[in-house]
C-alpha cells in the first residue's frame, strides 16, 4: 500500500482516519458502504470533498478503487456529553507537556470517545498539534500524564517508560478501617504467562 507520509491536518483537535483498500471495487463508494456499513453518510462527505486521497486530494464516488489505495477521512460521531472535569496542565515547555487527568476522560480517541479525550481537549487548549501520549491511564484514572511536543524526540521519552528508567507509584483511595494495622505496605507484580496476550 502507498504511504507518502502525507497527513491532513487536524480538525477541531481531531487527527483523520486512515483506510486502505485490499481488494477491486468497482466504485469507491461501494468500497466505502462495504467497509463502513454503519455510515450512512459517505454519499454527502464525498460531495462534500471529505474524503482524500493519500496525496491530499478529494477522491470522488465514482472512481474505481482497489489494493494499496489509501484513503483519508475525519470520523462524524453523535455528539458526546462532556464529561465533568479539567485537564490541569503542570507543566509546559518545549518537549513535554505533563498534566492532571481528571477521573473518567479517556486518554486517546477510541470506539464511542472522541472529543472528550484528554489528547483533543489539550490540543485545543493549548493549540499544539503534534502532542501524543507517552503512556497511558484508564478511563476510570485519575492521575498525572505526560505528552510529546515534538516527533522527533517522541520515541527517546516513550522508550524511559518502556525500558522502566522512570519510578511510577500509583496511590489508591479506600475507606478507613479502624481494625487496620497501620501502616500497612502491600506489593504487588503483574506479569504475564509465556504465551498469554494478556496481563494476569
Not at 59 to 67: E, I, L, N, S
Not at 134 to 141: A, K, S
Amino acid at each position: 500500500m502507498a504511504d507518502t507520509g502525507w497527513q491532513p491536518p487536524l480538525r477541531d483537535g481531531v487527527a483523520a482516519s486512515r483506510v486502505g483498500v485490499h481488494r477491486h471495487f468497482n466504485r469507491l463508494i461501494d468500497f466505502l458502504q462495504a467497509r463502513f456499513p454503519q455510515v450512512a453518510d459517505w454519499p454527502d462527505r464525498l460531495a462534500r470533498g471529505e474524503v482524500l486521497g493519500a496525496d491530499g486530494r478529494p477522491v470522488h464516488a465514482a472512481m474505481p478503487c482497489g489494493p494499496g489505495l489509501l484513503l483519508w477521512y475525519w470520523r462524524s460521531p453523535p455528539p458526546e456529553p462532556r464529561v465533568p472535569g479539567e485537564v490541569d496542565v503542570l507543566l509546559r515547555d518545549d518537549l513535554l507537556v505533563v498534566v492532571d487527568k481528571p477521573h473518567f476522560l479517556p486518554v486517546t480517541p477510541g470506539g464511542r470517545h472522541l472529543h472528550e479525550t484528554v489528547l483533543v481537549r489539550l490540543r485545543r487548549q493549548l493549540g499544539i498539534d503534534t502532542l501524543a501520549p507517552m503512556h497511558r491511564l484508564d478511563r476510570e484514572i485519575v492521575g498525572v500524564l505526560a505528552f510529546t511536543v515534538q516527533p522527533a524526540t517522541r520515541a527517546a521519552y516513550q522508550a524511559v517508560l518502556r525500558d522502566r528508567l522512570a519510578h511510577k507509584v500509583y496511590e489508591a483511595v479506600a475507606p478507613w478501617q479502624p481494625a487496620l494495622a497501620l501502616p500497612l505496605v502491600a506489593r504487588h507484580r503483574l506479569q504475564e504467562r509465556p504465551g498469554d496476550a494478556f496481563m494476569q
